[in-house]
């Protein structure tokens, strides 16, 4: 469905093949939270608890699961918060123009360019660059030489995408990250750091997102590569020679260390880090400020410092909160021990 | 007072309403470190041993609390803290000129500007901005459509302020940092990640302080709110629709994960950071690399991972600490146990 | 050895004073992994596994220790990791022309430029700012009134320099980095945050390297200093009047809070922290993750949180491992001992 600014509550639910209940030709022009429902928008209730809310607020329209009933209108669907997502994207408007050059823009001789790309005020783009069909690049962004960019692929402001660096289709690429600056890779000399050379580069495949002001450093001799619909939050770090999987999710504030190995479908939730060469297998999940240190079998919860199975590290931190109370307990059999023996002294 | 080169003494006491005792027509033209005074320049000394410090090393002037004395010239005042902060900001020039537009920035027709605005080389300002008077904004900006800035507020380089952003009088935004990006949001669709648009907005009100390459995400479909004079350090990430009180301190590299809640004058130590919907009340302190998984209460100072209470969290550490002796005492007490019943069974 | 395109074995040996066994012939055109190596280049095999690795996949060329044997042509050296940093650099092609001035840059009149300099596009050079011979600064910097670099020293792109900053000779500051954004400076004033003017600079000494999106803050009133050949990872914190020694690694997402000392030699490891006013004695290593909440001694390995000794915090760790099971002892020596009572009383 094309965007438009606003939709009957019937085009709505035909869009999420949902099951409408309530006035069809109700005009909706955006999406609203259930907490503070706006007038003419949807909003979205997972369960009885939200959907309540949205009856005592009046919301105009709600998406909903399959089984409840409402004083509401309402679009049934069997995956709600997926509706919702395809519903907000309607209302979505990138802050990009359809195409054009700015007139500040700095584009080299070389620079390959197919239809409808947009490159912002004062971006600049190196010799050999190659950009597809439909990509818009904003304001004040620097590509390096012998960048590749797939098609409709969106690189916001004040971005940097260093040399050599291959991004693919549909990838979002949000302000203030760093893209392929070299690797932390140092051989000690006496007491002296020698830089070793970074000649490697960074592949992004296509449909990855990475958020704000985070930096992906370029591989050692090899690329690092961040595998298909991975999406990376802000500020987070992925070091040389690192391979990311498919389908991840790499919450804020994450460190990847040089050459670790993460299989598809892994969640590394914020401010967790792991070290160097260690590997996630597929379908894990890391907790929250977790310190992975060792390789990770797949389909399983980790978490704590050093990282373990958070079944384990559950029972470890309720070991410790029983430590205070232990050690009264063993004072109190020794002063019995003493007892007993000066007991059986006599 | 209005900024000068140099002050008298006496021109600097009455400033900050002290007690001067010394040479009144003394000229001081900066401000030093009690370790390092600097001549003609005066130093702070919160309590004796500084100002004994300051009388090794001779100090020009000294601005230290009411009831102390020492042969140097002093300028006493109920908190030095406070007083010196006001000295400083005497000798602070912010590096932007008075008013005036850099000819190779960009700026569009329908921009709103009021008096005194400064807007730096290849800054761009999109459509329906409005830029109040006194507004300084440094080079290589990006501000997008319908962004609002309120009075006297500064925008340090290459900062990013997103669309729709809302941002109050006399806020200082770092370099680097980025306002208003996505918010990290999708739902699963089998293996894949399906974005949920983010719709939202950011608003700082009044008097914040950004750090620099700092991010701030806009909300799903609501404001991420930063309150009135709080300060923000560099490297923090806020989340979508996180919501901060006034008068909060966020130390650099701080993560707050989305819809966290967090009252006035909470300060959140470095490192530490909050789980996504969360809430934290007022007057709260964070130490330093916590991990906020519960809902706090107010007026307590918190630490560890998760975050408890300190007072817990310190008998937590002294019983960790001790269990390795404990560990020997258990191992003692079975062998006598074990003795005890062997002489029993005799 | 000046930078070509190919070497011959017999030149790379030469020049990293080495051991040729094999064609002196063969022309190397670049570096690749010892796990995936490409025709025409050298491979790295620090020992007898790697070694294996690039036997069995037939490596053209391999850099390895000087006692060992292979069915291949081998450059044997006293320590190889420091032969491939040599090699690695003669491939090593910065992204920076030899000299020029972009046409889009902003140069300001009281500039000082010495011979070989190159300034990229909308990059801008504020007053009396003074760039030694052989400085490249790449597109979309900003350098503030009065800052000083050093010969040779590159700046890559959308990075900020504040005014006042000194920097030494062949230093390198990657991409959107932030060198003297202002300290995180309050005195609390009833409930209000009031700012201390942050008057200082920073100093970065030769042959320091900055990482991407790093930020160090100016000093109070003197200067944040990071020591001669420092090398500092991407997103890293140094708040002000922090002082760095020389030859320091410090890794990804550290963050050292205001007034630290860290000596010479001194590693610390990704997202560790160092709490203000805190020192650290020259040779330690800080783990990943880790907190210094206290001065540090010289030559220690530490981590944990509070950090440690490591041979103390692994001896607490493997306690709290065990606490679990010792819960259970504690419970049956209970037992036993009122067992014991009874069978006495009896």
Redesign the interface.
Same mark, same amino acid.
């Given at each position: 469905m094309k965007n438009k600014k606003a939709y009957t509550a019937l085009e709505l639910a035909k869009f999420i093949e949902g099951d409408l209940t309530g006035d069809p030709e109700r005009i909706i022009s955006?999406?609203?939270?259930v907490e503070?429902p706006v007038e003419n928008t949807v909003v979205f209730a997972e369960n009885d608890k939200f959907l309540k809310k949205a009856e005592k607020l009046n919301a105009d329209l709600v998406i909903t699961k399959k089984e409840v009933e409402a004083k509401l209108d309402l679009i049934k669907v069997a995956?709600p918060?997926?509706a919702?997502?395809?519903i907000?994207?309607l209302?979505?408007k990138i802050?990009f123009p359809e195409k054009g050059k700015?007139k500040?823009s700095?584009i080299a001789d070389s620079v390959q360019i197919e239809e409808n790309v947009f490159i912002?005020?004062?971006t #600049?783009i190196?010799e050999n660059v190659r950009l597809g069909a439909g990509v818009k690049i904003?304001?004040?962004v620097?590509v390096?030489?012998n960048v590749k960019i797939g098609e409709n692929t969106l690189i916001?402001?004040?971005t940097?995408i260093?040399?050599d660096s291959i991004i693919g289709d549909r990838v979002?690429i949000?302000?203030?990250? #760093?893209i392929g600056?070299?690797g932390?890779g140092?051989?000690q000399?006496g007491?002296?750091?020698?830089? /070793?050379?970074?000649?490697g580069s960074v592949l992004i495949e296509d449909e990855v997102?990475i958020?704000?002001?985070t930096?992906i450093?370029r591989g050692?001799?090899?690329a690092t590569v961040i595998g298909k619909?991975t999406?990376i939050?802000?500020?987070v770090?992925i070091?040389h020679n690192v391979k990311i999987g498919?389908?991840c999710?790499i919450?804020?504030?994450v460190?990847i260390?040089g050459s670790v190995q993460v299989e598809?479908?892994v969640t590394v939730a914020?401010?967790a880090?792991i070290?160097d060469h260690k590997s996630v297998a597929e379908d894990s999940i890391i907790a929250?400020?977790s310190?992975v240190t060792k390789d990770l079998k797949s389909g399983e919860f980790y978490s704590g410092?050093?990282a373990q199975k958070h079944s384990q590290e559950l029972?470890?931190?309720?070991?410790?909160?029983?430590?205070?109370k232990? /050690?009264k307990?063993?004072k109190k059999?020794?002063n019995?021990?003493n007892k007993?023996?000066k007991?059986?002294d006599r």
């Open positions: 955006g999406v609203s939270s503070n995956n918060r997926l919702y997502a395809k907000s994207s209302f979505s802050p700015a500040s700095q912002g005020e004062n #600049v190196s904003a304001a004040g620097y390096g030489e916001y402001p004040n940097v260093e040399k979002i949000h302000s203030g990250s #760093v600056a070299d932390f140092y051989v000399n007491k002296k750091q020698e830089k /070793i050379a970074q000649l997102e958020g704000a002001n930096t450093d050692t001799t090899k619909g999406k939050d802000n500020l770090q070091g498919e389908n999710l919450v804020a504030q460190g260390a598809d479908n914020g401010q880090g070290v929250a400020k310190l410092n050093p029972r470890k931190q309720a070991a410790v909160r029983k430590t205070p232990l /050690i307990k063993v059999l020794e019995e021990i007993i023996k007991e059986m």
